[in-house]
């Protein structure tokens, strides 16, 4: 670890995105309740959800062939310029006694800004690290510092938005990506360079308009095409699509959970998502340690349905020690589900296609999360938010159900 930490880029490089992921979940948090404060409707705050990862994986498609066709590091800072400046406009808006549809506008920008940071540094990394045997070390680094940044961000971003307010912290945030963009403007360019030609000239980087829709349009076909001559493949996409969706109504339901049902404030609400990272936490080291033998399908089906049956009590009960406990489950009961959903799709698809299917991919799965909080936003009204998050648990065990069925042809 020593020997990574002695590159200055790879400083500049941890700490511009450590600063910024805790940023983010400041931001996140400080933006979520002071939308529902403003408007006191759940519809908005679907919407706000909706908004930022619908365009997130719409702008997603074009992120990834840009960060390969530009310097990434470039792009990286623009991200961050322009985002801290759209969150700055967020605390104008916000404050003021305007219309909503600026802030969707703004939101949705950022959305779309997102993947280049998001993508792009996981794309720069192998290029900060010239001893590639260190890469797997780097990455270990890199995974300690979001899951630093998602256990104490929350209850922190709970505590200031108590203390100064919803306006401050998410000034924070925007102050938080102008430091990131600061950071890595101070990893050496020579570090973060594209490979060269052999006579040392670079490739061509501005991609011709209409070639570059083409390209990108002949990428997602291949994609489908791998995907629908597949059915077992489909039934994974569409379950994890379902799970995505069933997280949805949390997503959207836990502040309104956390102020009405709790009679609690921001604190409350930090609480709930830090109790999930912290079970997310220990099941992610808990199954690193076991020996797993149940076969990846039914694997994936029973954590669809225990993570119904852990969120069951927040429908179900107003009490804090409770819903703490459910959502600490909850985590504990997901934390290996992406890790063996990836690695079955990267065993099963070959490596030259890769980047083609997980990207048309992307394009089902990535929507069900913001539609479940769109569908879930217009549905509080009409249940309220214990029987919204009651309903969503019993769809989820019911989806897991029919999984078992479904997905027992997937096997290690």
């Given amino acids: 670890m020593q020997q990574i930490w002695k590159q200055p880029a790879f400083r500049w490089y941890w700490t511009g995105l450590f600063l910024s992921g805790l940023g983010d979940q400041f931001g996140w948090l400080a933006l979520t309740w002071f939308v529902m404060k403003k408007t006191g409707s759940s519809v908005a705050m679907g919407g706000v959800v909706l908004t930022y990862f619908w365009s997130q994986v ?33 605390v104008a808006l916000l404050q003021g006694n305007g219309p909503l549809w600026p802030v969707f506008l703004l939101i949705a920008l950022a959305g779309m800004l997102a993947p280049l940071s998001n993508a792009g540094s996981q794309a720069l990394l192998p290029r900060l690290v010239p001893d590639k045997e260190m890469l797997l070390k780097a990455n270990s680094l890199m995974e300690s510092q979001w899951q630093i940044a998602y256990l104490l961000g929350p209850a922190l971003a709970g505590l ?20 990131c963009a600061a950071c890595f403007f101070f990893i050496p360019k020579a570090a973060a360079q594209p490979d060269r030609n052999p006579d040392g000239s670079r490739e061509e980087t501005v991609p011709q308009t209409a070639a570059f829709f083409q390209a990108l349009l002949s990428d997602l076909r291949t994609g489908y095409r791998y995907l629908f001559a597949r059915p077992i493949l489909l039934w994974l996409i569409f379950f994890v699509f379902l799970f995505n969706m069933a997280y949805g109504p949390v997503e959207v ?38 020996e797993w033998r149940i076969p990846t399908g039914y694997t994936l089906a029973g954590i669809i349905v225990l993570w119904g049956i852990a969120t069951l009590p927040l429908g179900l009960c107003s009490r804090l020690d409770i819903a703490l406990l459910s959502m600490a489950l909850a985590g504990l009961a997901f934390a290996p589900f992406g890790v063996l959903y990836r690695t079955y799709l990267q065993r099963q698809v070959p490596e ?19 539609f479940g909080a769109f569908v879930s936003g217009l549905l509080i009204p009409e249940l309220g938010v214990n029987r919204l998050l009651l309903l969503g648990a019993l769809v989820c065990m019911l989806a897991g159900g029919v999984a078992f069925r479904q997905l027992r042809g997937i096997r290690p």
């Avoid at 709790?262 to 609480?271: F, H, N, R, Y």
């Fill in 253 to 290: 339901a836990l502040p309104f959970y956390a102020r009405d049902a709790l009679q609690g404030e921001a604190v409350s609400l930090g609480m709930l998502w830090m109790a999930l990272a912290v079970g997310s936490l220990c099941g992610s080291l808990l199954f690193s340690f076991l």
């Fill in 160 to 179: 200031l938005v108590s203390w100064y307010g919803e306006a401050q912290v998410l000034i924070l945030d925007a102050i938080s990506f102008f430091v």
């Fill in 352 to 370: 030259e296609l890769l980047g083609r299917v997980f990207t048309s991919i992307r394009t089902i799965t990535g929507t069900g999360m913001p």
């Fill in 58 to 90: 719409a702008a997603g498609l074009v992120a990834g062939v840009l960060l390969d066709r530009f310097e990434r590091r470039n792009l990286i800072i623009m991200d961050n310029l322009l985002r801290g400046a759209i969150y700055l406009g967020l």
